[in-house]
């Protein structure tokens, strides 16, 4: 999750730094260890998200409406 800010724009440069940081720690096989998914973006942010890599999305929102 990304810091709350109005214009999901404003999200790209920390999922850029995510990705990054995701591809740097595959390099370094971890015994055990699978680095296959990126998880990042949500309901307002998903399209960002899979433009900068995300392989998994979190759409709860979109799809059952805002928590009460």
């Known amino acids: ?10 999200l790209r440069p920390y999922f850029k730094l995510t990705r990054r940081i995701f591809e740097s720690c595959k390099k370094f096989n971890f015994p055990n260890v699978e680095m296959k998914i990126l998880s990042m ?4 942010s998903w399209r960002i998200a899979i433009e900068e ?12 409406g805002p928590r009460k």
Not at 1 to 10: A, K, S, T, Y
Not at 41 to 44: Q, T
Not at 53 to 64: D, E, L, P, S, V
């Open 1 to 10: 999750m990304g810091p709350l800010v109005e214009n999901p724009q404003d």
């Open 41 to 44: 973006g949500m309901s307002d």
């Open 53 to 64: 890599g995300a392989t998994c999305i979190r759409i709860g929102t979109a799809i059952f």
